[in-house]
Protein backbone atom coordinates (compact mmCIF):
# COMPACT_ATOMS: atom_id res chain seq x y z
CA UNK A 1 0.00 0.00 0.00
CA UNK A 2 1.41 3.67 -1.07
CA UNK A 3 2.09 5.34 2.52
CA UNK A 4 2.09 8.77 0.16
CA UNK A 5 -1.66 7.84 -1.11
CA UNK A 6 -2.80 7.28 2.22
CA UNK A 7 -1.01 10.56 3.62
CA UNK A 8 -2.47 12.71 0.91
CA UNK A 9 -5.09 11.29 -0.81
CA UNK A 10 -5.86 14.55 -3.19
CA UNK A 11 -2.19 15.20 -3.30
CA UNK A 12 -0.70 17.70 -0.96
CA UNK A 13 -1.50 21.29 -0.67
CA UNK A 14 -0.12 23.70 -3.04
CA UNK A 15 -0.44 27.29 -2.71
CA UNK A 16 -2.42 28.75 -5.52
CA UNK A 17 -0.69 31.78 -7.30
CA UNK A 18 -3.44 33.50 -9.76
CA UNK A 19 -6.43 33.31 -7.79
CA UNK A 20 -9.95 34.37 -9.34
CA UNK A 21 -13.11 35.46 -7.52
CA UNK A 22 -14.78 32.19 -8.58
CA UNK A 23 -12.08 30.54 -7.34
CA UNK A 24 -12.69 31.73 -3.98
CA UNK A 25 -16.47 31.10 -4.93
CA UNK A 26 -15.72 27.65 -5.04
CA UNK A 27 -13.32 27.19 -2.23
CA UNK A 28 -15.60 28.96 0.23
CA UNK A 29 -18.32 26.35 -0.94
CA UNK A 30 -16.43 23.52 -0.17
CA UNK A 31 -15.93 25.16 3.04
CA UNK A 32 -19.40 25.86 3.69
CA UNK A 33 -20.70 22.34 2.91
CA UNK A 34 -17.73 20.58 4.84
CA UNK A 35 -19.82 19.80 8.37
CA UNK A 36 -22.79 17.87 5.98
CA UNK A 37 -20.18 16.44 4.11
CA UNK A 38 -18.18 14.97 7.09
CA UNK A 39 -21.37 14.46 9.28
CA UNK A 40 -22.47 12.17 6.56
CA UNK A 41 -19.74 9.64 6.13
CA UNK A 42 -19.13 9.42 10.02
CA UNK A 43 -22.49 8.98 11.14
CA UNK A 44 -22.86 5.35 11.21
CA UNK A 45 -19.14 4.37 12.35
CA UNK A 46 -19.31 2.61 15.32
CA UNK A 47 -17.05 3.11 17.94
CA UNK A 48 -14.39 0.58 16.60
CA UNK A 49 -14.25 2.24 13.06
CA UNK A 50 -14.15 5.47 14.68
CA UNK A 51 -10.65 4.36 16.86
CA UNK A 52 -9.47 2.78 13.54
CA UNK A 53 -6.64 4.63 12.21
CA UNK A 54 -7.29 6.03 8.45
CA UNK A 55 -3.41 4.89 7.81
CA UNK A 56 -0.61 3.14 9.58
CA UNK A 57 0.78 5.23 12.16
CA UNK A 58 -2.32 7.64 11.78
CA UNK A 59 -4.67 9.24 13.68
CA UNK A 60 -8.25 7.42 14.37
CA UNK A 61 -11.30 8.83 12.56
CA UNK A 62 -11.91 9.95 15.95
CA UNK A 63 -8.90 12.20 15.97
CA UNK A 64 -9.14 13.23 12.43
CA UNK A 65 -12.86 15.02 13.07
CA UNK A 66 -11.48 16.71 16.41
CA UNK A 67 -8.16 17.91 14.98
CA UNK A 68 -10.86 19.38 12.26
CA UNK A 69 -12.66 20.98 14.57
CA UNK A 70 -9.68 22.28 16.27
CA UNK A 71 -8.07 23.06 13.17
CA UNK A 72 -10.68 25.42 11.54
CA UNK A 73 -11.21 27.43 14.37
CA UNK A 74 -7.99 28.60 14.74
CA UNK A 75 -8.07 28.82 11.06
CA UNK A 76 -11.84 31.50 12.18
CA UNK A 77 -9.40 33.17 14.83
CA UNK A 78 -6.51 34.07 12.07
CA UNK A 79 -9.25 35.54 10.18
CA UNK A 80 -10.56 37.36 12.21
CA UNK A 81 -6.61 38.60 13.50
CA UNK A 82 -5.47 39.36 10.07
CA UNK A 83 -8.99 41.51 9.71
CA UNK A 84 -8.28 43.28 12.37
CA UNK A 85 -4.79 43.82 12.57
CA UNK A 86 -1.51 44.86 9.75
CA UNK A 87 0.10 41.25 9.17
CA UNK A 88 0.08 39.67 12.78
CA UNK A 89 2.16 37.13 12.93
CA UNK A 90 0.15 34.35 14.44
CA UNK A 91 0.45 31.14 16.94
CA UNK A 92 1.07 28.22 15.63
CA UNK A 93 0.02 25.04 17.93
CA UNK A 94 0.99 21.23 18.10
CA UNK A 95 -1.40 19.66 15.96
CA UNK A 96 -0.59 16.47 16.62
CA UNK A 97 -0.14 17.06 20.34
CA UNK A 98 -3.58 18.44 20.27
CA UNK A 99 -4.71 15.09 18.90
CA UNK A 100 -3.05 13.29 21.15
CA UNK A 101 -4.50 14.74 24.24
CA UNK A 102 -6.38 11.90 26.53
CA UNK A 103 -10.09 13.27 26.79
CA UNK A 104 -10.64 13.00 22.98
CA UNK A 105 -10.19 9.73 23.16
CA UNK A 106 -13.25 9.57 24.94
CA UNK A 107 -14.86 12.77 23.50
CA UNK A 108 -18.39 12.07 21.57
CA UNK A 109 -17.59 12.89 17.97
CA UNK A 110 -20.84 14.77 17.93
CA UNK A 111 -19.08 17.44 19.96
CA UNK A 112 -16.90 18.20 17.63
CA UNK A 113 -19.07 17.91 14.31
CA UNK A 114 -21.01 20.67 16.20
CA UNK A 115 -18.29 22.33 16.92
CA UNK A 116 -17.50 22.52 12.89
CA UNK A 117 -20.55 23.35 12.31
CA UNK A 118 -21.02 26.30 14.49
CA UNK A 119 -17.32 27.31 13.47
CA UNK A 120 -18.29 27.26 9.52
CA UNK A 121 -21.89 29.18 10.17
CA UNK A 122 -19.62 31.46 11.27
CA UNK A 123 -16.32 31.45 8.67
CA UNK A 124 -18.68 31.35 5.63
CA UNK A 125 -20.29 34.50 6.87
CA UNK A 126 -17.64 35.83 7.53
CA UNK A 127 -15.66 34.91 4.09
CA UNK A 128 -18.91 35.59 2.04
CA UNK A 129 -18.27 39.51 3.20
CA UNK A 130 -14.88 40.02 2.45
CA UNK A 131 -14.09 42.40 -0.08
CA UNK A 132 -11.27 42.43 -3.06
CA UNK A 133 -9.03 44.55 -0.75
CA UNK A 134 -9.92 41.88 2.21
CA UNK A 135 -8.80 39.06 0.40
CA UNK A 136 -5.24 40.33 -0.06
CA UNK A 137 -4.76 41.13 3.38
CA UNK A 138 -2.33 38.39 4.92
CA UNK A 139 -0.68 37.21 8.53
CA UNK A 140 2.24 35.57 8.90
CA UNK A 141 2.90 32.21 9.85
CA UNK A 142 5.96 31.62 11.79
CA UNK A 143 6.58 28.16 11.78
CA UNK A 144 6.97 29.00 7.45
CA UNK A 145 8.03 32.45 8.12
CA UNK A 146 5.65 33.36 5.50
CA UNK A 147 2.85 35.54 4.72
CA UNK A 148 0.02 34.06 4.08
CA UNK A 149 -2.83 36.05 2.03
CA UNK A 150 -6.67 35.24 3.04
CA UNK A 151 -7.58 34.23 -0.66
CA UNK A 152 -4.56 32.10 -0.25
CA UNK A 153 -5.90 30.20 3.04
CA UNK A 154 -9.39 29.99 2.40
CA UNK A 155 -7.86 27.86 -0.80
CA UNK A 156 -5.76 25.83 2.33
CA UNK A 157 -8.95 24.89 4.62
CA UNK A 158 -11.54 24.03 1.47
CA UNK A 159 -8.38 21.41 0.55
CA UNK A 160 -8.16 20.55 4.67
CA UNK A 161 -11.47 19.49 5.05
CA UNK A 162 -11.49 17.55 1.64
CA UNK A 163 -8.01 15.91 2.34
CA UNK A 164 -9.62 14.68 5.95
CA UNK A 165 -12.29 13.90 4.72
CA UNK A 166 -11.03 11.67 1.83
CA UNK A 167 -8.75 9.93 4.56
CA UNK A 168 -12.39 8.81 6.08
CA UNK A 169 -13.98 8.08 2.87
CA UNK A 170 -11.02 5.75 1.82
CA UNK A 171 -10.67 3.77 5.38
CA UNK A 172 -14.49 3.16 4.93
CA UNK A 173 -13.78 2.06 1.22
CA UNK A 174 -10.66 -0.28 2.49
CA UNK A 175 -11.90 -1.71 5.41
CA UNK A 176 -15.33 -1.18 5.91
CA UNK A 177 -19.15 -1.50 4.69
CA UNK A 178 -19.58 0.70 1.41
CA UNK A 179 -22.83 1.07 2.33
CA UNK A 180 -21.54 3.39 4.97
CA UNK A 181 -21.01 6.12 2.46
Given at each position: ??I??????????E???????????????????????????????????????????????????????????????????????????????????????N???????????????S??????L????????????????????????????????????????????????????????
Amino acid sequence: MNIELLKYPIGEFETPKNIASQDVTLWINEIETLPNRLSNIVINLTKEELNTPYRPNGWMVRQVIHHLADSHLNAYTRFHLALTENNPTIKPYAEAAWAELNYLKHTPISISLNLITSTHARLVLLLKSLSSADLEKTYTHPQYNKEFKLNQVIALYAWHGKHHVAHISQLIKRNFDNNKL
